[in-house]
């Protein structure tokens, strides 16, 4: 009965959370909608002025950041979600690796077992040791699951262990980069969603900007999706226009001039490089898409983008299910996918390469399961991003 009873509070949580994600996103109208998008616009007001405050003593130098002693690279974004900025991570990650850096990044996790708020009060009162940073993984290996680690983390993780990179999780990024200069004696860390995380000093701000739903409806959270007001595009030293299918729009140029008269704008495609089965991690061509009668679920921000990925490859969507973004399935998720698709009689079941890092061993059906791996490529002139990368190697002198 108690097990019943927090399913049916989870999926009444879930109904109204997704309802408000809805109002945000402007896909819900009505006088529901109406009246809680007005609600969520008081709140947002509220939020902006404790934003721009917090933002004003940093700037003033009332409240410090901290230089780590070694190069330091931001990437993040103004809006939640949905910007493609973990495959940007990975593409940079990758090539300073293969340039002789040593490269470690650092996350805040999502729902891991980082040390929370709570532990550190806790631990300051009673004059605790603090606990190492999450090391998911050495460089060598990858030490940690998802659960433990966050979707995000993991998934970087498993990519980046054959280049040497270094994945740490702690939501004091000034401690987790300490600790990795000390234990793994790093020389380049990168910052993992780190424009808003102003306690630790970075040399280089890279800002992704989504070429499709730039800065949503204007207003900061929770009636939009900004986190900051659109005048910080001018803290970027780099927009990178992400998910486009050629030059960035000349209203979104103007706009971030606006802005940031210096920044470099690098535009980017995030664009479908194959199928991956889960269970023994086989590579499949995307072609095997074409007329097949598909089962696609997502627990990510923008579900819209994935499901027009499957559609352009020839796939029929025959079932479909979308969750909250970073959602933790459980078994009743999982048993509600498989027969949706064994009823609409489905060939195949697709997902994301974030959402497949989190179903471990639990979910394996009795038809195919794949997840679609995305590659970043730069497009136009490739300079744009040689530069960041030769900047970040060698030195500001490099850039030109």
Not at 134 to 161: C, I, R
Not at 254 to 262: A, F, P, T, W
Not at 368 to 386: M, T
Request: hydrophobic residues 40%; positive net charge; contains cysteine.
């Amino acid at each position: 009965m108690a097990a019943k009873q927090r399913g049916l509070f989870s999926a009444i949580g879930e109904s109204i959370a997704t309802y408000a994600i809805d109002v945000v996103y402007e896909r819900k109208t009505g006088m529901g909608a109406m009246l809680l998008g007005a609600f969520l616009f008081i709140l947002s007001c509220i939020f902006n002025l404790l934003v721009r405050l917090r933002l004003w003593l940093y700037r003033n130098r009332l409240f410090r950041d901290t230089p780590l002693g070694c190069k330091v690279v931001v990437v993040g974004n103004l809006t939640v979600g949905g910007t493609g900025k973990t495959p940007i991570v990975m593409k940079m990650a990758q090539i300073l690796a293969r340039r002789g850096r040593k490269v470690a990044i650092l996350s805040r996790g999502y729902k891991g077992s980082s040390d929370s708020l709570l532990k550190s009060f806790w631990r300051w009162l009673t004059q605790g040791s603090r606990p190492d940073p999450l090391v998911v993984s050495d460089g060598k290996s990858v030490l940690t699951g998802p659960d433990e680690a966050g979707d995000e983390p993991y998934m970087l993780a498993s990519n980046l262990v054959n280049d040497g990179v270094v994945v740490i999780v702690d939501r004091d990024r000034v401690e987790g980069g300490r600790f990795a200069l000390r234990r793994f004696g790093v020389d380049t860390i990168l910052l993992d969603d780190g424009l808003q995380y102003l306690p630790l000093r970075g040399q280089i701000n890279l800002l992704l900007v989504d070429s499709q739903n730039p800065f949503g409806n204007g207003c900061l959270l929770p009636r939009g999706i900004l986190r900051e007001p659109i005048s910080s595009l001018k803290r970027a030293t780099y927009v990178f226009v992400t998910k486009t299918t050629g030059a960035p729009s000349q209203p979104l140029v103007e706009l971030i001039r606006q802005h940031n008269k210096k920044a470099e704008i690098i535009a980017c495609a995030h664009r479908a490089k194959e199928l991956i089965e889960v269970e023994s991690h086989r590579s499949i061509p995307l072609s095997a898409l074409a007329g097949k009668r598909i089962a696609a679920f997502s627990g990510i921000a923008t579900p819209e983008r994935f499901e027009e990925t499957l559609k352009a490859e020839g796939a029929k969507i025959v079932s479909n299910r979308r969750f909250l973004d970073h959602h933790a399935f459980n078994d009743q998720d999982l048993d509600e996918v498989l027969d949706s698709a064994l009823r609409a009689k489905a060939e195949m079941i697709v997902t994301t390469e974030k959402d497949a890092v989190r179903l471990q061993s639990r979910f394996r059906p009795p038809i195919p399961l794949v997840y679609v791996r995305l590659e970043v490529e730069i497009l136009g002139d490739s300079d744009g991003f040689n530069s960041a990368v030769e900047r970040i190697c060698l030195g500001a002198s490099a850039s030109r």
